[in-house]
């Protein structure tokens, strides 16, 4: 099982980090022992220091797939629920600096929360209907819709296949909205989706 995480997927988000808007999905990885299971606690490394929230839509795969046409790709997706993308924000921007790969600031233990519910894919599902929220105790941090994307859940699967194998369980995180912060020991962070909280993680 892999992670895959899409970055500057909403235009708002690239704008607010001074990024420009990607002609094409920008994708990089996070090992599995990134992933944060509901009822685990983040917490904090002090090496890494700011650490920013950026709430996603995240699928899941079901079949094994390689170069999948963007009509058939949404035919992959297993399930749906919401993540936190976690960025070690200092570190990345000295990454970037140097030109250097993001893995430090992105793919460090715990870097990838998992929501507490996971929704089935049906044939009425509309992954680019999803209204999505994340509060920073009981405060709306950040809120999006997923019609925003610059490319759409089936665009990016087509995309990523091109250049890897999709497997069974692979999760997807599609890009963040705006409103990134810092998170600090003792936040409550909740995600919601079309209103319903489908994420719960505590900061240690």
Same mark, same amino acid.
């Given at each position: 099982?892999?992670?895959?995480?899409?970055?500057?997927?909403?235009?708002?988000?690239?704008?607010?980090?001074?990024?420009?808007?990607?002609?094409?999905?920008?994708?990089?990885?996070?090992?599995?022992?990134?992933?944060?299971?509901?009822?685990?606690?983040?917490?904090?490394?002090?090496?890494?220091?700011?650490?920013?929230?950026?709430?996603?839509?995240? *699928?899941?795969?079901?079949?094994? +797939? $390689?170069?999948? !046409?963007?009509?058939? @790709?949404?035919?992959?997706?297993? =399930?749906?629920? #919401?993540?936190?993308?976690?960025?070690?924000?200092? *570190?990345?921007?000295?990454?970037? +600096? $140097?030109?250097? !790969?993001?893995?430090? @600031?992105?793919?460090?233990?715990? =870097?990838?929360? #998992?929501?507490?519910?996971?929704?089935?894919?049906?044939?009425?599902?509309?992954?680019?209907?999803?209204?999505?929220?994340?509060?920073?105790?009981?405060?709306?941090?950040?809120?999006?819709?997923?019609?925003?994307?610059?490319?759409?859940?089936?665009?990016?699967?087509?995309?990523?296949?091109?250049?890897?194998?999709?497997?069974?369980?692979?999760?997807?995180?599609?890009?963040?909205?705006?409103?990134?912060?810092?998170?600090?020991?003792?936040?409550?962070?909740?995600?919601?989706?079309?209103?319903?909280?489908?994420?719960?993680?505590?900061?240690?």
């Amino acid at each position: 099982m892999k992670v895959i995480c899409i970055g500057r997927n909403y235009r708002a988000h690239a704008e607010e980090l001074g990024n420009a808007a990607p002609k094409e999905p920008v994708f990089f990885l996070k090992p599995n022992t990134a992933c944060l299971y509901p009822g685990q606690l983040i917490r904090l490394n002090p090496l890494l220091g700011t650490i920013h929230h950026e709430v996603e839509l995240v *699928v899941m795969m079901d079949s094994y +797939a $390689k170069n999948v !046409p963007v009509n058939m @790709a949404l035919g992959l997706v297993a =399930s749906f629920t #919401l993540g936190l993308d976690l960025t070690a924000r200092d *570190v990345q921007e000295e990454l970037k +600096a $140097k030109s250097l !790969p993001w893995e430090k @600031a992105k793919a460090f233990d715990g =870097s990838a929360v #998992l929501g507490e519910v996971e929704l089935p894919m049906t044939a009425g599902t509309d992954l680019q209907n999803m209204d999505i929220q994340l509060k920073r105790n009981g405060q709306l941090v950040q809120k999006g819709h997923t019609r925003d994307m610059l490319f759409t859940v089936a665009e990016l699967i087509a995309h990523v296949s091109r250049y890897m194998t999709l497997e069974p369980g692979d999760l997807l995180f599609t890009g963040t909205p705006a409103g990134v912060r810092p998170i600090t020991h003792g936040d409550l962070l909740e995600g919601y989706l079309n209103g319903n909280r489908v994420l719960r993680a505590v900061v240690e």
